[in-house]
């Protein structure tokens, strides 16, 4: 059989496994910071990254036999990576719904894009910022916001205690403070 009919064992183009999943409804919720990351990283892979590795496969495919040529096999799979992320990008951009959360400046109600601080029953207190499924980013307190925790503060005030259900418990926390973004970009 020729090599032109068999599937390449590294060529797994079936990114529908690899995105994150958009709840029921497929609204891809995003901040307006998170969607210029998105447009950004995109353009990035379009104008530059792709043109370079084109044009070193383009000269590895020259240099004659491609089965043992480094650059040529590292190329095409590198060019198949951007490819897919290229696709990924250009879905969630067009499910992207951009909420800008400097429009509930000065709310103590919790909406998408504001930052939270709550307590817990301890009196450990967390501050998390509910952000975009793309954008969320644990280590910077950026929670998605099908998250079980943006779940549960959502719709809630400043000083309302909560039920957070977790695999293992359920946590009594206390919203403490509710901050959105200014019109010019600062915190309330």
Do not use: C
Request: zero cysteines.
């Amino acid at each position: 059989m020729s090599k032109a009919f068999t599937k390449e064992s590294d060529n797994d183009d079936d990114d529908e496994l690899q995105l994150p999943p958009l709840p029921a409804g497929g609204k891809n919720y995003i901040t307006p910071q998170g969607f210029a990351t998105l447009r950004a990283e995109l353009k990035v892979l379009v104008e530059e990254e792709r043109p370079k590795i084109v044009e070193i496969v383009h000269w590895a495919a020259s240099n004659g036999d491609r089965s043992e040529n480094g650059d040529y096999l590292y190329g095409k799979k590198r060019l198949r990576e951007i490819d897919r992320r290229i696709r990924f990008l250009i879905k969630r951009l067009e499910a992207a719904v951009v909420a800008d959360p400097a429009l509930h400046h000065g709310n103590t109600q919790i909406y998408f894009g504001a930052t939270v601080t709550y307590a817990d029953e301890q009196g450990n207190e967390r501050t998390v910022r509910i952000v975009g499924i793309d954008e969320a980013n644990s280590a910077q307190g950026d929670v998605s916001w099908v998250s079980p925790v943006a779940r549960t503060l959502l719709k809630a005030f400043e000083g309302d205690v909560l039920k957070l259900v977790m695999p293992e418990r359920v946590d009594e926390i206390e919203v403490l403070r509710v901050t959105y973004p200014g019109p010019s970009g600062l915190s309330s």
